[in-house]
């Protein structure tokens, strides 16, 4: 059977029925009635899962959903924000909206992630797609404090380069669920799987207010996003390859060019701990003045190469 608009909506109603000390009013008018704390500035952020560039068909739609807000909640934790609340607008395509279990599976997985980090759906707009592929686009709120919020321009010269966890982990993943999508049928968001289950930095990013002249998520790879921060800064850096942390079974090239590990990459004058919540923190390189921007790798210098995601472009792997 089909879904209707309206049943959908008050499927999704029904399991967002939680208003805050931050939401007056979610789901029901026409608009959300939000009312932040005195002292704090809002971060606002918007993302897009697109079937077919974001998600697939070899995507358990659970994953996909959990997946369609960590991403949200990852550019919040690298403002350093606390997440309060999220919108979906949801364009289901007619395979989407005739089958329920993969609409239902896809809510599941947005609220399993919503649940883990106390955020609440707020909001959104639903709609059948004009074409074949399923749309969802995540909004999230959240608050730091005014003034604070962590920004990609502020690293200066001679702060230290840092990484949170692993990387290379999401192309890994990714590579093996395309090949062998049955192996990952059963898999559960445990923190062992960065493609399919991302943790966003939540609470180290809290920590890094404290901590970081710049920070930003590391979503289109190490080496395009460094040369984001870099650009935005106005310095160039020096990357050590050779310490850059990979995780379990992916390559450097993964790492530097993969993208999806929603990391976050921060720089620091400050004594920074080995481990911030139980989450590795690695120093990988040194921010320097000019533009350049290089590779270190086995004794041997070369500039770095922007190899990460690039939408719009045919150059994506
Ligand atoms: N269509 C758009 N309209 C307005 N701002 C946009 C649009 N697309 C991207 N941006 C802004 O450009 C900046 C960089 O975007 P993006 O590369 O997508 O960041 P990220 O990789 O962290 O998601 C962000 O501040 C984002 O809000
Ligand atoms: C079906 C499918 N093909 C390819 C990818 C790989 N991929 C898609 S987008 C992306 C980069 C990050 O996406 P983007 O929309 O730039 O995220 P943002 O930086 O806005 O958080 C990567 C590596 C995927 N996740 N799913
Ligand atoms: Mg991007």
């Given at each position: 059977m089909p879904y209707g608009e309206l049943e959908l909506i008050r499927e999704i109603r029904r399991k967002s029925l939680r208003n805050s000390e931050f939401i007056r009013?979610?789901?029901?008018?026409d608009a959300a009635v939000l009312r932040p704390r005195k002292g704090e500035d809002l971060v606002v952020t918007t993302d897009f899962s697109l079937e077919d560039v974001h998600f697939a068909d070899f995507h358990p739609p659970f994953a996909a959903g959990y997946r369609c807000l960590a991403r949200g909640l990852s550019d919040v934790a690298a403002m350093g924000g606390r997440p309060l609340a999220a919108f979906l607008s949801l364009a289901l395509s007619p395979r989407w909206a005739q089958d329920r279990t993969k609409t239902r599976e896809f809510l599941r997985g947005l609220h399993a992630v919503a649940d883990q980090f106390g955020v609440v759906l707020a909001g959104g707009d639903t709609a059948g797609a004009p074409g074949k592929h399923t749309v969802a686009d995540i909004i999230v709120v959240g608050a730091v404090p005014r003034g604070k919020a962590l920004l990609r321009s502020g690293a200066r010269p001679g702060d230290a380069i840092y990484v949170t966890g692993r990387l290379g982990g999401a192309a890994a993943e990714f590579e093996a669920l395309r090949t062998d999508p049955k192996a990952f049928r059963k898999v559960k968001p445990d923190g062992m799987h960065p493609h399919l289950f991302p943790q966003p930095r939540i609470a180290v990013g809290h920590r890094l207010l404290?901590?970081?002249s710049s920070c930003m998520d590391v979503s289109d790879g190490l080496s395009t996003d460094l040369l984001h921060l870099c650009e935005a800064s106005g310095v160039g850096a020096s990357l050590h390859a050779d310490v850059i942390p990979l995780a379990p079974h992916s390559t450097l090239d993964q790492a530097l060019n993969g993208g999806e590990d929603y990391e976050l990459l921060f720089t620091s004058r400050r004594s920074v701990p080995r481990r911030i919540n139980g989450i590795e923190i690695t120093k990988i390189g040194i921010v320097t003045e000019g533009k350049n921007v290089s590779l270190l790798q086995k004794g041997r210098e070369r500039r770095l190469r922007r190899g990460g995601w690039q939408h719009l472009t045919q150059e994506n792997r």
């Open positions: 009013f979610g789901i029901g008018d404290k901590l970081a």
